[in-house]
């Protein structure tokens, strides 16, 4: 390991791509201290009070500075990601605090606030570019939203609440967690395992074992209990496993395990927090950023997707009860079986091998495949291109105009690895922007163009019997996973904002950001595209259209019921956070019972905690907007429906549209207005419900080309 000069520093060379083939461990701390040093600098530099607040004197110096430093430390965290080796792992926690500590001051430093404000209410703002004003905007908004102009008297009080929310939210997981692990069922009799998949008894066994016990043990994790409730024979275990997983950190287990109080005081702080800022309600601050306009627009949605699907949920209902009664002997079906019945109904309708699918979804054609949807979709050409690389599996390519100039770059990190973060993500490693230092007589050149990292966790290739390099094949999944994170990288990738504020992703609204990652997911249930990309392993064939129109179906089982849980679960929590008062006498659970008695098709038992458990909101960042999981599928299903109409999913007037009004505007404009600029009107929930194979619509038959056959029955 060598130790770079501060001068020959790869994390401080800016002039192209990132040095993995330089970059040590070692170079960490000095590079990061150096630019977070420069950082501070400028702060003060840019703060000082006879600073002109403009847009060129004051701001573009400071995202000049700040860009660095992201763009070094994104770097760093990048490896840390794929490559966490204790050397790595070690550079990068050591410089976490000091990195997280300097955005908390930036965050709170209201001489920056102040010039903000001084650039908005100055007579330059009218002539900033659209990019510029909306980043200003944005700065404003959300110092406003941290407090930064409460009364002085307030503010000890805001931040007092800021804690201790952060407190409880950290002790509403920490709960959830022990109570969690409370919990064991222990069985010595085998015959209770009856149904349940080999791996699932052997994982079991080892929990005894390493409990020193001979038998097996079940757990309320999800890799023990999902098994249990899939496919246990025995009612029984069911029943006590799903007793215990739905009252988990209840009133029913230990006492300074329940998670009640911390709920009710957390909802108290929300809405006194909200109140201090002048708001009248938790949800209305939580949708300050987004892209939902009102908190009765949203309920509007929601209620909307409720009743739309609600027949459909009723049928999926139906079925459950009539398969139960003819084919398991249950006459009654209670919560602990759905899901075993579920999954006996599904395999005895559409039982197809994940198996079999894997053979078809061979790596190149995969990728040619991917390469060629986003060619023909948005006019752009994609080819094989040099790097310095952080592990010889990766890849390298460039986006081109068919004339040939550089859009931008992409790494693809497709394989698992021991020392590589679990999942899939993109991530950008230099931003589209302005370059800096140039003149006022910008020419393309100036402009730094964007580079992505697309990771991904897949299997890679292994060798047969005769030491053969097999390709590597992909589930269904892994290739949906894959066209996801492509369209994060494309609305990266494809940007035309100069201003890094705004530009690609950045500046995009929290609920609309999965809008073209789901989106360019529709291109992997197209029949036209599954055919070119899949060939199966040994033989070479496309995948056969009845395997195709079984994976369809599986799809779209029990959409209504699943539409349906997802809208219980985002109206009580919406109403939680607006129409809810702690104070005023009714309880968290009878407002679910109000909500569940609007839109459930099947009530779960009155002993059921379900609030207790919803981390989501309570610990995660979804408070009042745990809405946008569906918000964000309307935007997308809705956007693929302007191509389904015209018969051609990738017709080249609408590629256009959609990479000229959402794909490059990204943050520069409103999520709304890119949305209505490609549409011509507002979003409609039929799209997502028609591809969900919840349409009755009669007319749209003829759009039903390929892939939006509601299974026979
Ligand atoms: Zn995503």
Known sequence: MTDHPL?????????????????TPADVQPAISTLLGRC???????TADDLAATWTDFAAPLFDGFEQLSRAWGTVGHVHSVNDIPAWRDAYNGMLPEVARFYAEVGQNLQLFDKYKAIAASNGYARLSVAQQRIVDHEIRDFRLSGAELAAKDKP???AIAEELAQLSAKFSE???????????????ESELAGLPDDARQAAREAAERDGK???KFTLHMPSYLPVMQYADSRRLRAVMYRAYATRAAEFGAAELDNTPLIRRILELRREQAQLLGYQNFAEVSLVPKMA??????????RDLAVKARPFAEQDIADLRAFARSELGLDHIEAWDIAYVSEKLLQARYAFSEHEVKQYFTEDKVLSGLITVIETLFGVRIQPDQAPLWHPDVRFYRIETPAGELIGQFYLDLYARETKRGGAWMDEAISRRKRPEVSPTLTRDDIQKPVAYLNCNFSRPVCDQDGKLRPATFTHDDVITLFHETGHGLHHLLTRVDEIGVAGIHGVEWDAVELPSQFMENYCWEWSVLQKMSAHIDTGEPLPRALFDKMLAAKNFQSGLQTLRQVEFSLFDLLLHSDFDPAAGRSVLELLDEVRREVAVFIPPEWHRFPNSFAHIFAGGYGAGYYSYKWAEVLSADCYGAFEETGNPFDQATGQRFLNEILSTGGSRSAIDNFRAFRGREPQ?????????MSAAQNLEDLEH??????AP
Not at 293 to 302: E, I, K, N, R
Not at 685 to 693: E, I
Not at 706 to 711: N, S
């Open 7 to 23: 001068q020959d520093n790869p994390l401080l060379d800016f002039s192209g791509l990132p040095r993995f083939d330089m970059l």
């Open 40 to 46: 501070r600098a400028l702060i003060e530099r840019q």
């Open 157 to 159: 009080r805001f931040q």
């Open 175 to 189: 709960n959830l967690l022990d109570a969690t692990n409370a919990f064991a069922e222990m069985l010595s009799d």
């Open 214 to 216: 001979s038998g097996w």
């Open 293 to 302: 306009a009102s908190v009765p627009q949203v309920l509007g949605f929601l």
């Open 685 to 693: 929930v039929d799209a997502l419900l028609r591809h969900r194979g």
């Open 706 to 711: 390929a892939h939006h056959h509601r299974p």
